[in-house]
């Protein structure tokens, strides 16, 4: 089955200085790449995600890059803010997201202002 | 958009209790629904996915006589916690595929349930 690495697992950044998270997967027919940002105690929110067929995708302060060939994907967050603290998880999914999310170990962003 | 309800969000009982958590899937037909546990400072472990109208699938380790599945019709699928004991606390949270022929659309996660046994 999939399996999904994720570093760093705790990342503490200055207010306004960019975080980045990396992520690896195993499976090659994963072609989905959900980020999800969860809070203490709520479910996980869907931040970006990221398809197969590209390379690269850009949401305002979030963007998110995909590696086919090394089966690398890194999310990066620019000018964080301290509402940014919270868990990230990356996750990988095949047939677009309609088979289940397996789920990277997760970050837990610091935010210091 | 596809929303999927779940309740109840906490549950606090006593040790040997069964538990029951149901997701519904609201405006939309959810034939799958997954189901995580996390345990406090982890990840999101799927347990099991459920089928409506067939056998759900349980992933390796989780047990089947003890989380039961249901996926009574196209808009319920429950998870049952059987006698209960304190290992089991954790947070529970499904999830529903996009409807079909939204590809484009992601997973729809319900708000989770805080099990604690006591």
């Known amino acids: 089955g999939e399996n999904v690495e994720q570093h760093p697992s705790t990342l503490s950044v200055q207010e306004g200085d960019s975080a980045v998270i990396k992520c690896t997967y195993s499976d090659s027919a994963s072609n989905y790449f959900p980020w999800y940002k969860q809070e203490l105690g709520k479910r996980p929110q869907l931040i970006i995600d990221?398809?197969?067929?590209?390379g690269e995708k850009k949401d305002q302060r979030i963007a998110v890059t995909l590696n086919k060939t090394a089966k690398h994907f890194s999310l990066h967050i620019t000018e964080t803010q301290p509402e940014d603290s919270a868990v990230y998880f990356c996750?990988?999914?095949?047939?677009?997201?309609?088979?289940?999310?397996?789920f990277g170990t997760g970050t837990k962003l610091q935010v210091i202002p | 958009g596809a929303v999927v309800s779940q309740h109840p969000s906490w549950v606090i009982c006593k040790s040997g209790t069964s538990v029951k958590i149901e997701c519904r899937s609201l405006?939309?037909?959810?034939?799958?629904m997954f189901w995580y546990r996390q345990f406090p400072k982890q990840s999101l472990m799927l347990m099991a996915t459920s089928n409506e109208g067939s056998k759900a699938t349980y992933e390796q380790g989780v047990e089947k006589d003890k989380f039961l599945i249901n996926h009574a019709s196209l808009t319920l699928s429950t998870l049952t916690v059987t006698s209960a004991h304190p290992e089991d606390s954790s947070f529970y949270i499904c999830?529903?595929?996009?409807?079909?022929?939204?590809?484009?659309?992601?997973?729809?996660f319900g708000d989770g349930t805080r099990l604690s046994i006591l």
């Open positions: 999830s529903a595929p996009p409807p079909t022929g939204s590809s484009n659309q992601p997973q729809h």
């Open positions: 996750a990988a999914s095949s047939r677009g997201g309609y088979q289940k999310v397996t």
């Open positions: 405006d939309f037909q959810a034939t799958t």
């Open positions: 990221i398809r197969s067929n590209v």
